[in-house]
């Protein structure tokens, strides 16, 4: 798809090809390294290593989404001086045609990779899904945008047509720049071991009350860290009776593992009485 979109976009001489085409290269070119990265992260922890290799994939996707920010900006500032200049003129049809082909092979991919993925779960392959669906919706929006163009040929407004293309790809890539975003603060907080969202510490809090109410414990403290992939969950509790019971907190930490597990690709809770 990325190779289509990239010898596609010299063809069509459209901008928002070009956009949508060097963004996927882009992200193709940096998910290699996370494919070397996988057999490290399911390496168990060490006293050297207390992480394991966790905060390495939070730097990868971090630099990742920096990479594609820097690329995103730089489109949105190279199509705006194409339109203080003029702009430019594509064949409304040929594009039309072909982002309506690409959506369609874009909604194909998406639901066979939904498929072959309902198994597992996994970081890498969420934020596939997402871009395919982001694929979908910028296809479409620029087939309908393109659609637009061939209806104001024969009008009196068709003198807007060679700021359409440019305008498209600066809406496009103004779309795209949401995702790198969002994932740089989310793993920068991750690289400085800050606690997850408060919906995710809300939901943990929720399983660990559930699950120690059986047992003469209370909740005292929450410690939450999320690296890469991994989840970290220390749980601090207080004997109702001043009697701790080794017994007790193996089945509660069973009890909230098995709880939180399909919510979390990996996930490691630990059972620490507060003194």
């Not at 997402?130 to 407004?157: E, P």
Request: hydrophobic share 50%; proline share 3%; net charge negative.
């Amino acid at each position: 798809f990325t190779l289509l979109e990239i010898i596609a976009s010299f063809l069509l001489g459209s901008k928002t090809v070009m956009t949508d085409g060097i963004f996927d290269l882009f992200d193709l070119l940096l998910l290699l390294p996370m494919f070397a990265l996988v057999p490290f992260l399911y390496k168990p922890v060490s006293e050297k290593k207390p992480y394991g290799c966790s905060q390495i994939e939070s730097l990868l996707v971090l630099i990742k989404y920096v990479v594609l920010l820097i690329v995103v900006i730089n489109m949105i500032a190279s199509n705006v001086v194409v339109l203080l200049h003029g702009g430019h003129t594509v064949n409304a049809l040929n594009v039309l045609i072909y982002e309506a082909s690409l959506c369609g092979g874009c909604i194909v991919m998406l639901l066979m990779l939904k498929h072959l993925s309902r198994k597992y779960s996994s970081m890498i392959i969420k934020s596939e899904l997402y871009l395919w669906k982001v694929d979908i919706v910028s296809t479409l929006g620029i087939s309908v945008a393109f659609l637009f163009q061939l209806f104001l040929a024969n009008t009196k407004l068709n003198f807007v047509i060679p700021y359409i293309d440019s305008s498209v790809a600066i809406v496009v890539a103004l779309f795209l720049v949401k995702e790198p975003v969002l994932q740089i603060i989310k793993n920068l907080k991750e690289l400085v071991l800050f606690s997850p969202e408060q919906d995710v510490m809300d939901e943990i809090r929720k399983v660990v009350n559930e699950d120690i109410q059986n047992y003469d414990y209370s909740l005292d403290f929450l410690d939450v860290t999320q690296t890469g992939r991994k989840t970290w969950i220390e749980v601090y509790v207080k004997s109702k009776n001043d009697i701790v019971k080794i017994k007790d907190f193996k089945r509660i930490q069973e009890h909230i593992t098995k709880d939180l597990e399909n919510k979390f690709d990996q996930i490691s809770v630990e059972i620490v009485p507060a003194i």
